[in-house]
């Protein structure tokens, strides 16, 4: 089984090196393959410069195999070029954007599909914001202001990103809309990765991660582990 790395939004900038090293060496070290999907920005046509950003960013951290695929929305994700390049991939990086074309893309894809396999042969998914959001089984939609069944790869859990600018003020109501279910407030400038004992998640970047459930809230620190069970 592979990682996740959940990452609150501005990944590509700042303090976000701490955690994308750590991925990039549980992918295998700067060698490793790293794919970037820029779907979630193609809504507003923001596709190519997002996934260059992502390129850049990653090669000037040292890694030397990385590319912005061409999936930006449903048919790109069964494109078996797409599909054959992520079969190769160590680690997927999920650009941020509009959540519900990303999900409404991958959803019942041969590119989805064969992300879950590679995740399950030890390959890092990672995502940040719209990227992260739709990897749990919940995610809010702030265009539609609705909330939508993600891909589920992180069970029970909803991602709140841009917590310290914005997304803190999503969460009471959802807190309320989905009882039960684990918020995930991820400030910007910060990610999480499962890379503890047992699974368990640890703050990486500038800020910290909150979780809610119901009534209940819990904040953590950079460098502090946690787990998504209250």
């Not at 991925?23 to 393959?33: K, N, P, Q, S």
């Amino acid at each position: 089984m592979g990682y996740i790395l959940l990452a609150g939004g501005a990944e590509f900038n700042g303090r976000m090196a701490a955690p994308d090293l750590r991925a990039i060496e549980l992918a295998g070290g700067l060698d490793a393959r790293i794919s970037i999907i820029p779907a979630a920005a193609a809504p507003d046509d923001n596709h190519l410069w997002a996934g260059q950003n992502g390129v850049q960013w990653f090669k000037n951290l040292g890694a030397v195999n990385v590319s912005a695929l061409p999936l930006i929305d449903r048919n790109s994700a069964d494109n078996p070029a797409v599909v054959a390049a992520l079969q190769r991939s160590n680690m997927i990086y999920l650009l941020g954007g509009f959540p519900r074309h990303l999900a409404q893309s991958l959803s019942g894809s041969d590119s989805w599909q064969t992300m879950l396999s590679a995740h399950q042969t030890g390959a890092v998914i990672a995502g940040s914001s719209a990227g992260a959001m739709i990897l749990c089984d919940h995610y809010y939609d702030p265009h539609e202001k609705k909330i939508f069944s993600g891909l589920g790869l992180i069970p029970a859990s909803c991602i709140v990103p841009h917590h310290n600018t914005f997304g803190n003020r999503w969460a009471p109501e959802l807190a309320q809309r989905l009882p039960g279910v684990t918020l995930i407030g991820i400030d910007e400038q910060t990610a999480t990765l499962n890379d503890g004992p047992a699974g368990r998640w640890r703050v990486y970047g500038a800020g910290g991660v909150t979780l809610y459930q119901n009534e209940r809230r819990k904040h953590f620190a950079a460098g502090k582990r946690f787990s998504l069970e209250f």
